[in-house]
Structure formats: C-alpha cells, structure tokens
C-alpha cells in the first residue's frame, strides 16, 4: 500500500494523472541568460538576400506603388551596386548563352514568379567556384509565355525593393537585421528546416523510396539528407504522394527543451486535419492566393522538421488536449501544432517560451505558388498581434528562411564546412566543396568521422530580429547560419547545452550582436498595414487565417 501511495505522488507530481499534459513553468519565470522569455521564429520560405534587399534602403518609389524613404543615418548592406546591376558577371559569362542577364528590379504586379531551382548541385554549381556567375544557366527558371526576362530562366536574376518587400525594408529601418546570413547548407527546404532545429542532416533512415536523389552516402555507412524527401512519420506524407519518405536520427532542440521543462512549439498553417474550409479538409486541404493566381495545399509535410523524429513527431495530427495544454509535454499533440493554436494560446496567457511558425503554403513566400505580398500579409499580422500583447517586452521574433529557391545572391560565403561526394558537390571543383584535408569536415551523427552531404554555408538569406532588445535600424555583418538560432536557443534557456553529434550549434555564429541587453528595452513597437507594409497609428487587430 505503501509503494501506491508513493507511486501516486511520483505521477500527480509529474502532472500525468489521466492524460494531463506535464505543465512546465510559465515562460516569464524561466531563468534566462538575457531578458528575451519568449523567441518566435517565423520561418518563410526560399529567398536569396539579394533577392529582398539588393538595394536597400534605396527604392525606386514609381507612382502607384507604396512608396519608402529610408530614415537619416540608416546603414548600407551588401547588396548590388555599380558593376554588379550594370555589367554583372552573370550577364558577362558566355556560358549563360541567351540567358545572360543583368540583375533587374521586379515590380508588385510581378509579385507572382516562377520557382527556380534550389537543388544541393544546382546552388553550388550557380556559384561556380566562387564567380556567382552561373544563375541563369543551374538554377533559372521562367514563367511560360511572353517575351521579357521575366519570363525566361533570366528571371532567377530578378529583385524586389522596398515598394514591393516594403514591411520587410520597414521593420529592418526599425530594429535589426543581419547582411551577412546564411543558409547551413546548400539546397531545399526539408535540409534548411531539420537543420534549423538540429543543425544536422546527416543521419537519414529510408523509409520508401523509387530513387536516390534526396540523400547522399555520408562515406561512413550513413546517409545524409540533401532534398525533400517527406517524412515517414506524417500522415500527410502517403496522402500527398511523397515517392521518396525517411526519418531523422539523432537529437533536435526540442529533446532539449522537454529535457528542461521548457514550453515550445512548432505550429504549422494547415495541422488541423480536422478543420474544415472552402478548400476542404485534411491533409489536402488548400487555400487559393490572388496574388499568385494558385491553389495550393495548406499544409506541407517536409516543411515541417519535427516530424522526421521519432521523439517530436505527432504523425495522426493528433489535436492539444486544451489551449492551456499547448507547449506542454506529455500532450497527445507532441508540441506540434496548426498556426492558429499559437494565437489561440497566447491569446489565453499562455505564450510557449521558444515557437516555431509556419504560416499556411499561400503565405510562406515560395515562389511558385506564394508571393511576397502575401507572405507580407502574415507577417505584418501576426508581428501587429504580438506587439500588443503584455509580454511584448520580453519577447523577440526572428525572420527567416529555409532556403535560397536559387535566387541570386552575389555574396557566396568561404566554405565552413565541407563535402567531397564525387557526383553531387560542384563548388570548388568536381565532387568538391572545399579542399580536401584543409577545409573543416564536421563528422555524423552517430558520431562517425567526417560525412558528405553538407556542403556549406549555403546562400545567403535574409534575417531580421524584431524586438524591443534589437538594435535599432543596424545593419549587423557577423557571419551567421541557421543553426545560429538554434545556438541562440541553447545560450539563453539551456546554458549552452548543445545538440552534439557533429551538429552546427557548437560552431555557428552568435545573433547575439543583433540585440542590445546592456540597458532597458528601448524600441517601440512599429504598426504596419498588412497589405502595404506602409506604418499606421493601430493595427488592424486581425489574425493570419
């Protein structure tokens, strides 16, 4: 009798008596090592830099579009001026044949592009041994019909400025960004997302396959995951015909943070199998964009990293037992989420410590069947939304990207890590990236020696920090990646306790430098309207979808 009564202490103590999620501390009364208690990462989809700020804070302001004018003092970035618009090397190459191109300014009527290439061998071949001369030729891809650049593989070389990215270009005016952010490797998103939250893609287990293009042989016995391959752990894998399905091994951030009984999330637009819409239900549920004239599904399986891993995945979508159980382990829902059970969480006071957020397909960004208009749409909601909250003052939001889509971006960064598969890297030479026995080779994870497939940094991406602790309109150069997120998560609530197994967090660069703690917050909220990205006195007061 004794041994049950104990027994039952142990459990009510863990908070699972029938089901109960384990209900880990209020984010605010976490110990942390800077007064940020709640990070948001909106996560969006395939940019280059270049391709959102080749000429910032400098935009062309036609008539009928919103203008921007940058504030006295603000910084330059590195981004495309004199010989790289005018003569660039993409439009002097002779190998780029009739696809030569200079780098060309699209407008909000061509907000709606085509998707270029982002494959892992495409990206470093575009890159052509450090001369970012060969875009149109390795990752271009046009529009079908008419005569301009814009319609011809030329238009991988196509920027927008800050009439179209106009939210974007305002919120680095107001608090920070960095000019010198990158992917951790080369290619596509499912790399770019695992990565994001282990800093590892070495490690794959096949789970069904018809061919061998997403994975490479690591040189150790392993694989290493370089394309989209969906993950065998998701419903939605079988029902959107995923042909090439695998697994994760090894450990992400979110072991960790369960680990120390610590609130997150990764919410998804379009998780809720169970919600119904005009566009249907369930896995193939889709939404329509105006902007890019496509329907796509609301949800994609390899876009979200959590459900490559045994310990994270929630594979039947199962929902949170209550808004209050939403970041709390021992939920049947695993800490995986629809988007919208992010705002009803924080709405109810419960706001996760670190959430990860993907809006729904139409509003990710990606080219092809999203757009920057509205991707803008969800960002500017869902930071309006945040910047009224009471917890706003301890709170930063990261943007940033998956992937590149193979957009041009004139800056390659020096080979940190690299990769010597003799039919898929191409950087520095055939079956090369990097120099063999000179550049750094991180090993597996399983602990094995250095493994190919990981050939990086990668393109170069945009990333903004939004926050009353962010620098305000400054410009930061540090050379970071992915995984500097990932170490940002480590550094501030698990005392940088790092993933391990050969993972980017132990070498990847601090975000640190984007943020001033040496004082009180000091930046106030900036309001935009969703649609023109343009400052406004009160938000709307709407919610993204």
Same mark, same amino acid.
């Given at each position: 009798?004794?041994?049950?009564?104990?027994? !039952?202490?142990?459990?009510?103590?863990?908070?699972?008596?029938? #089901?109960?999620?384990?209900?880990? *501390?209020?984010?605010?009364?976490?110990?942390?090592?800077?007064?940020?208690?709640?990070?948001?990462?909106?996560?969006?989809?395939?940019?280059?830099?270049?391709?959102?700020?080749?000429?910032?804070?400098?935009?062309?302001?036609?008539?009928?579009?919103?203008?921007?004018?940058?504030?006295?003092?603000?910084?330059?970035?590195?981004?495309?001026?004199?010989?790289?618009?005018?003569?660039?090397?993409?439009?002097?190459?002779?190998?780029?044949?009739?696809?030569?191109?200079?780098?060309?300014?699209?407008?909000?009527?061509?907000?709606?592009?085509?998707?270029? $290439?982002?494959?892992?061998?495409?990206?470093?071949?575009?890159?052509?041994?450090?001369?970012?001369?060969?875009?149109?030729?390795?990752?271009?891809?046009?529009?079908?019909?008419?005569?301009?650049?814009?319609?011809?593989?030329?238009?991988?070389? #196509?920027?927008?400025?800050?009439?179209?990215?106009?939210?974007?270009?305002?919120?680095?005016?107001?608090?920070?960004?960095?000019?010198?952010?990158?992917?951790?490797?080369?290619?596509?998103?499912?790399?770019?997302?695992? $990565?994001?939250?282990?800093?590892?893609?070495? #490690?794959?287990?096949?789970?069904?396959?018809?061919?061998?293009?997403?994975?490479?042989?690591?040189?150790?016995?392993?694989?290493?995951?370089?394309?989209?391959?969906?993950?065998? &752990?998701?419903?939605?894998?079988?029902?959107?015909?995923?042909?090439?399905?695998?697994?994760?091994?090894?450990?992400?951030?979110?072991?960790?943070?369960?680990?120390?009984?610590?609130?997150?999330?990764?919410?998804?637009? /379009?998780?809720?199998?169970?919600?119904?819409?005009?566009?249907?239900?369930?896995? /193939?549920?889709?939404?329509?964009?105006?902007?890019?004239?496509?329907?796509?599904?609301?949800?994609?399986?390899?876009?979200?990293?959590?459900?490559?891993?045994?310990?994270?995945?929630?594979? !039947?979508?199962?929902?949170?037992?209550?808004?209050?159980?939403?970041?709390?382990?021992?939920?049947?829902?695993?800490?995986?989420?629809?988007?919208?059970?992010?705002?009803?969480?924080?709405?109810?006071?419960?706001?996760?410590?670190?959430?990860?957020?993907?809006?729904?397909?139409?509003?990710?960004?990606?080219?092809?069947?999203?757009?920057?208009?509205?991707?803008?749409?969800?960002?500017?909601?869902?930071?309006?939304?945040?910047?009224?909250?009471?917890?706003?003052?301890?709170?930063?939001?990261?943007?940033?990207?998956?992937?590149?889509?193979?957009?041009?971006?004139?800056?390659?960064?020096?080979?940190?890590?690299?990769?010597?598969?003799?039919?898929?890297?191409?950087?520095?030479?055939?079956?090369?990236?990097?120099?063999?026995?000179?550049?750094?080779?991180?090993?597996?994870?399983?602990?094995?020696?250095?493994?190919?497939?990981?050939?990086?940094? /990668?393109?170069?991406?945009?990333?903004?920090?939004?926050?009353?602790?962010?620098?305000?309109?400054?410009?930061?150069?540090?050379?970071?990646?992915?995984?500097?997120? %990932?170490?940002?998560?480590?550094?501030?609530? &698990?005392?940088?306790?790092?993933?391990?197994?050969?993972?980017?967090?132990?070498?990847?660069?601090?975000?640190?430098? %984007?943020?001033?703690?040496?004082? *009180?917050?000091?930046?106030? *909220?900036?309001? %935009?309207?969703?649609?023109?990205?343009?400052?406004?006195?009160?938000?709307?007061?709407?919610?993204?979808?």
């Amino acid at each position: 009798m004794k041994r049950v009564a104990r027994a !039952l202490v142990v459990v009510l103590a863990l908070g699972l008596v029938a #089901g109960r999620p384990q209900t880990a *501390p209020p984010a605010d009364a976490l110990p942390t090592a800077t007064p940020i208690k709640h990070l948001v990462i909106i996560f969006d989809e395939n940019i280059s830099f270049d391709h959102y700020f080749a000429t910032y804070p400098v935009a062309q302001n036609p008539r009928g579009e919103p203008a921007f004018v940058a504030l006295p003092g603000t910084p330059g970035v590195n981004g495309l001026a004199g010989r790289l618009l005018t003569n660039n090397p993409n439009r002097t190459n002779p190998e780029n044949r009739e696809l030569a191109s200079n780098p060309f300014r699209l407008d909000r009527t061509q907000a709606a592009t085509s998707d270029q $290439s982002h494959d892992y061998s495409d990206e470093q071949l575009a890159y052509d041994r450090g001369a970012a001369d060969l875009f149109p030729r390795h990752t271009g891809r046009g529009l079908p019909g008419g005569t301009s650049a814009f319609y011809t593989p030329s238009v991988v070389m #196509g920027y927008y400025d800050g009439n179209t990215v106009t939210a974007l270009w305002n919120y680095a005016q107001h608090f920070a960004m960095s000019d010198n952010a990158y992917a951790d490797d080369y290619g596509p998103s499912a790399p770019g997302a695992i $990565s994001l939250v282990s800093g590892q893609t070495n #490690g794959f287990v096949v789970g069904k396959s018809v061919d061998s293009t997403d994975w490479v042989h690591d040189g150790q016995g392993g694989l290493t995951l370089i394309s989209d391959a969906g993950p065998s &752990l998701d419903i939605c894998s079988d029902s959107l015909y995923y042909l090439n399905q695998g697994t994760m091994t090894g450990r992400n951030i979110g072991d960790l943070l369960n680990d120390a009984g610590i609130s997150w999330g990764w919410f998804q637009g /379009g998780f809720d199998l169970t919600l119904r819409t005009a566009g249907g239900q369930g896995c /193939g549920r889709t939404t329509a964009s105006h902007i890019a004239l496509r329907t796509s599904a609301d949800y994609i399986p390899h876009h979200e990293p959590f459900q490559y891993y045994r310990s994270t995945a929630n594979r !039947l979508h199962l929902r949170p037992a209550s808004v209050s159980a939403i970041g709390q382990s021992g939920d049947p829902a695993n800490h995986q989420y629809d988007v919208r059970d992010f705002f009803a969480a924080v709405r109810a006071g419960n706001f996760p410590a670190v959430a990860f957020l993907k809006p729904q397909a139409f509003q990710d960004g990606h080219a092809g069947y999203s757009d920057p208009l509205d991707e803008q749409t969800f960002l500017v909601e869902t930071i309006n939304f945040l910047e009224q909250q009471p917890d706003w003052s301890t709170t930063a939001v990261i943007v940033l990207y998956d992937d590149s889509d193979g957009w041009y971006d004139h800056q390659m960064a020096p080979v940190g890590n690299g990769s010597f598969d003799p039919g898929r890297d191409f950087l520095t030479g055939v079956g090369a990236c990097g120099v063999r026995g000179t550049t750094p080779q991180l090993g597996g994870v399983a602990g094995t020696g250095p493994v190919n497939g990981r050939c990086g940094p /990668g393109t170069r991406q945009p990333f903004l920090v939004i926050s009353p602790w962010a620098r305000p309109n400054d410009v930061d150069h540090t050379l970071i990646i992915q995984s500097s997120v %990932l170490r940002f998560i480590e550094d501030n609530w &698990l005392a940088s306790r790092r993933v391990g197994g050969g993972s980017y967090d132990a070498t990847a660069g601090s975000i640190e430098s %984007l943020f001033d703690f040496t004082g *009180p917050a000091r930046v106030a *909220p900036l309001f %935009l309207n969703d649609s023109l990205g343009t400052p406004v006195r009160t938000p709307s007061g709407r919610l993204p979808g």
